[in-house]
């Protein structure tokens, strides 16, 4: 906490000069920005990506800051695609890492993301081949698939049959921790289990992104001074990198130790038809090779170590926002849920396994592959997301040489441009005036094909050569835990606790994302007066006995309409009486009446309940959840 405010108090004393010597007539704080931004920035420190979004709106995508004179700082805050697309892709060549970053980022040591020209080149060329490398590709699927049925799904049972609350962001950090370093390094620290362990290196890799936020926003004197004297965030960085380097050297060691065995029981140890780790690839990759210096020990420990950086945080916090939308979202859930049970029927159909009745769970475990590419409406879900929850909120270049960007501000090496990934993905004339609702549907064309969106303009993932090389790996990962836990739980995000972005360099949510796991059997979306019942595709049995209980309860009240086409194979059905004052009361479904189709199998479609007199008039805009009790 400490550290966080020592961060905001420097943070806001350089925004404050900058605000003092702002240029008077650029820019959109042109009167008073003394008074007129300190305060709402003051007040409003905990928005600062929204306030950048709200100034933008106001003004244009791009607007500048100069320092205090003596300081000849010029800080560039743009959403711009065109200056993104002149950035990262045009005159790229313009635009390195340079040594103020690898000085901030000096953890990494000299992995990819810290490096520039040929030893960038040799890096990316490298990651490229092995991250396509089939053997891993089938390592790293299968390893995502285990963590999730080991580690998540058991947690997550025990947490709904408990009906305890559980903080999302601590738990998805762990599972992405462990699937990284196991598909990474070969080693799974389990930090995903029952008593949710403290593991050193985990906090260490968080008190090291903190420190390099840190080092971002005060003057370099200010973080070597520190340094120097070994206090604060320094202190906890020397310290961090301490234990990423006994863990990750650990590993490598281990990893040789092993390779060595193996050498001299003549095993091969990349069987032709075996996955492997992308360590030990790389070991093998290296082992001639003279572009990796002389120690290549330290090449492999910077590697690995870039590689968690760039998939841990980056992966679990979009994993959290997008769960969050999907709770908030309940049409989109459905509409999700549908697209599952289409691809499951297809898959079905294709194996000709008439027999089994898979749930979505089941089935996408084992046909992943299959299905994983034909689900648009969920892809274009996750894009949706990230669009408005970016991971990478910010990234900040500086030119080597003068440039005028297609904006027409003129920069030079004294600029600091700051890309607000953020604002890019809100931004009203960019996105039309739904920008701010979470609409999958626009990224999908009337043709049901993806819409292309250029990368500079959805820049979640970068644009141009350094591009992220880990997007389909991550899209994996977040696919498989959805569909793993939409399948099987409703999830309930804690009444009252607030959401609200971090200002860091990963946009986590400041305060985490508690909730609570329903064993899922189905939700019942009301809206408008219509009520959809999405019925999961579960076992039901073929012949119901007995009259099924549903107990309804108001899960959280959503403003929106049911939109799209009615699925034309909907019957209307009978809910019995409902009662919205007293939510608790069970509600008798009975599978006899034809009305009730819902409960013979296999009920993968939905069914709609059209309003009747009876209907309650407040049951507009109402979201129920309810679970079978018998
Ligand atoms: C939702 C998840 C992810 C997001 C939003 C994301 C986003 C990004 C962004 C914005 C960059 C550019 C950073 C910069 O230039 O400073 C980047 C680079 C990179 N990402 Fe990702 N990333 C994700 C997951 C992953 C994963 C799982 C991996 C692999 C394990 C990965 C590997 C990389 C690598 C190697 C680079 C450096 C590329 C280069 O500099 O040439 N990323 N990513």
């Given at each position: 906490?400490?550290?966080?405010?020592?961060?905001?108090?420097?943070?806001?004393?350089?925004?404050?000069?900058?605000?003092?010597?702002?240029?008077?007539?650029?820019?959109?704080?042109?009167?008073?920005?003394?008074?007129?931004?300190?305060?709402?920035?003051?007040?409003?420190?905990?928005?600062?990506?929204?306030?950048?979004?709200?100034?933008?709106?106001?003004?244009?995508?791009?607007?500048?800051?100069?320092?205090?004179?003596?300081?000849?700082?010029?800080?560039?805050?743009?959403?711009?695609?065109?200056?993104?697309?002149?950035?990262?892709?045009?005159?790229?060549?313009?635009?390195?890492?340079?040594?103020?970053?690898?000085?901030?980022?000096?953890?990494?040591?000299?992995?990819?993301?810290?490096?520039?020209?040929?030893?960038?080149?040799?890096?990316?060329?490298?990651?490229?081949?092995?991250?396509?490398?089939?053997q891993?590709?089938q390592f790293?699927?299968e390893?995502?698939?285990?963590?999730?049925?080991?580690?998540?799904?058991?947690?997550?049972?025990?947490?709904?049959?408990?009906?305890?609350?559980?903080?999302?962001?601590?738990?998805?950090?762990?599972?992405?921790?462990?699937?990284?370093?196991?598909?990474?390094?070969?080693?799974?620290?389990?930090?995903?289990?029952?008593?949710?362990?403290?593991?050193?290196?985990?906090?260490?890799?968080?008190?090291?992104?903190?420190?390099?936020?840190?080092?971002?926003?005060?003057?370099?004197?200010?973080?070597?001074?520190?340094?120097?004297?070994?206090?604060?965030?320094?202190?906890?960085?020397?310290?961090?990198?301490?234990?990423?380097?006994?863990?990750?050297?650990?590993?490598?060691?281990?990893?040789?130790?092993?390779?060595?065995?193996?050498?001299?029981?003549?095993?091969c140890k990349v069987g032709p038809k075996l996955g492997v780790?992308?360590?030990?690839?790389?070991?093998?990759?290296?082992?001639?090779?003279?572009?990796?210096?002389?120690?290549?020990?330290?090449?492999?420990?910077?590697?690995?170590?870039?590689?968690?950086?760039?998939?841990?945080?980056?992966?679990?916090?979009?994993?959290?926002?997008?769960?969050?939308?999907?709770?908030?979202?309940?049409?989109?859930?459905?509409?999700?849920?549908?697209?599952?049970?289409?691809?499951?029927?297809?898959?079905?159909?294709?194996?000709?396994?008439?027999?089994?009745?898979?749930?979505?769970?089941?089935?996408?475990?084992?046909?992943?592959?299959?299905?994983?590419?034909?689900?648009?409406?969920?892809?274009?879900?996750?894009?949706?997301?990230?669009?408005?929850?970016?991971?990478?909120?910010?990234?900040?270049?500086?030119?080597?040489?003068?440039?005028?960007?297609?904006?027409?501000?003129?920069?030079?090496?004294?600029?600091?441009?700051?890309?607000?990934?953020?604002?890019?993905?809100?931004?009203?004339?960019?996105?039309?005036?739904?920008?701010?609702?979470?609409?999958?549907?626009?990224?999908?064309?009337?043709?049901?094909?993806?819409?292309?969106?250029?990368?500079?303009?959805?820049?979640?993932?970068?644009?141009?050569?350094?591009?992220?090389?880990?997007?389909?790996?991550?899209?994996?990962?977040?696919?498989?835990?959805?569909?793993?836990?939409?399948?099987?739980?409703?999830?309930?995000?804690?009444?009252?606790?607030?959401?609200?972005?971090?200002?860091?360099?990963?946009?986590?949510?400041?305060?985490?994302?508690?909730?609570?796991?329903?064993?899922?059997?189905?939700?019942?979306?009301?809206?408008?007066?219509?009520?959809?019942?999405?019925?999961?595709?579960?076992?039901?049995?073929?012949?119901?006995?007995?009259?099924?209980?549903?107990?309804?309860?108001?899960?959280?009240?959503?403003?929106?309409?049911?939109?799209?086409?009615?699925?034309?194979?909907?019957?209307?059905?009978?809910?019995?009486?409902?009662?919205?004052?007293?939510?608790?009361?069970?509600?008798?479904?009975?599978?006899?009446?034809?009305?009730?189709?819902?409960?013979?199998?296999?009920?993968?479609?939905?069914?709609?309940?059209?309003?009747?007199?009876?209907?309650?008039?407040?049951?507009?805009?109402?979201?129920?959840?309810?679970?079978?009790?018998?």
């Amino acid at each position: 906490m400490y550290t966080y405010i020592e961060i905001f108090v420097v943070l806001f004393s350089l925004v404050f000069l900058f605000c003092y010597s702002f240029h008077k007539k650029r820019g959109p704080w042109n009167n008073w920005p003394l008074i007129g931004v300190l305060p709402a920035l003051l007040k409003n420190h905990h928005r600062i990506h929204d306030i950048i979004v709200e100034v933008m709106e106001k003004g244009s995508l791009t607007f500048v800051m100069k320092g205090p004179r003596f300081t000849n700082m010029k800080l560039l805050i743009t959403a711009d695609p065109a200056n993104a697309q002149h950035i990262l892709s045009k005159n790229f060549g313009n635009y390195p890492k340079g040594s103020k970053f690898k000085d901030i980022v000096e953890i990494l040591g000299d992995g990819i993301f810290n490096v520039d020209s040929e030893m960038w080149k040799y890096h990316r060329k490298m990651a490229q081949f092995l991250l396509s490398h089939p053997q891993f590709k089938q390592f790293w699927v299968e390893k995502i698939w285990k963590k999730i049925e080991t580690g998540l799904i058991p947690i997550l049972d025990h947490v709904a049959k408990q009906g305890l609350e559980i903080e999302l962001q601590d738990l998805f950090g762990r599972f992405t921790f462990d699937t990284i370093s196991t598909v990474v390094l070969d080693y799974d620290p389990r930090t995903l289990c029952f008593d949710l362990p403290n593991f050193p290196v985990s906090k260490a890799l968080h008190d090291g992104e903190e420190a390099i936020f840190y080092r971002h926003v005060v003057p370099a004197c200010v973080w070597k001074f520190q340094k120097w004297l070994g206090i604060g965030t320094e202190k906890k960085y020397r310290e961090a990198s301490k234990i990423v380097d006994n863990f990750i050297y650990g590993c490598i060691s281990r990893k040789r130790e092993e390779m060595r065995k193996n050498s001299q029981s003549n095993a091969c140890k990349v069987g032709p038809k075996l996955g492997v780790d992308l360590m030990t690839l790389y070991m093998d990759e290296i082992r001639d090779s003279g572009e990796i210096g002389s120690n290549p020990d330290k090449f492999l420990r910077d590697t690995v170590l870039s590689y968690f950086v760039a998939g841990k945080e980056t992966t679990s916090a979009a994993l959290c926002w997008f769960l969050y939308l999907l709770s908030k979202n309940p049409h989109v859930l459905a509409k999700i849920k549908e697209e599952l049970d289409v691809s499951m029927a297809q898959a079905k159909d294709h194996h000709g396994d008439e027999k089994i009745i898979w749930d979505r769970y089941d089935i996408l475990s084992r046909k992943f592959k299959e299905v994983g590419d034909k689900l648009i409406y969920f892809h274009a879900a996750i894009c949706e997301a990230l669009r408005l929850y970016p991971t990478v909120p910010f990234n900040a270049k500086t030119p080597i040489k003068p440039d005028t960007l297609p904006s027409g501000h003129k920069v030079d090496s004294s600029t600091q441009i700051i890309f607000s990934m953020y604002a890019l993905g809100r931004m009203k004339s960019l996105w039309g005036e739904d920008s701010y609702e979470f609409k999958p549907e626009r990224w999908i064309l009337e043709t049901r094909k993806f819409r292309y969106v250029p990368s500079y303009q959805f820049l979640a993932f970068n644009s141009g050569p350094r591009t992220c090389l880990g997007k389909n790996m991550s899209m994996t990962i977040m696919k498989a835990a959805v569909i793993a836990i939409i399948s099987k739980y409703h999830i309930q995000p804690v009444r009252g606790h607030p959401i609200v972005p971090d200002v860091s360099l990963i946009l986590h949510m400041r305060h985490g994302l508690k909730a609570q796991f329903v064993k899922d059997k189905g939700v019942l979306v009301v809206s408008n007066g219509f009520a959809e019942l999405v019925a999961r595709a579960v076992a039901v049995p073929a012949e119901p006995v007995a009259p099924i209980v549903l107990a309804v309860e108001p899960v959280e009240p959503v403003a929106q309409n049911l939109t799209g086409p009615i699925d034309s194979k909907s019957l209307p059905m009978s809910t019995g009486p409902l009662d919205n004052t007293c939510p608790q009361t069970p509600v008798a479904l009975d599978p006899a009446n034809p009305m009730c189709p819902s409960l013979g199998p296999p009920c993968s479609t939905n069914f709609l309940s059209r309003p009747t007199a009876d209907t309650p008039s407040n049951w507009a805009d109402s979201f129920y959840r309810w679970t079978v009790l018998s």
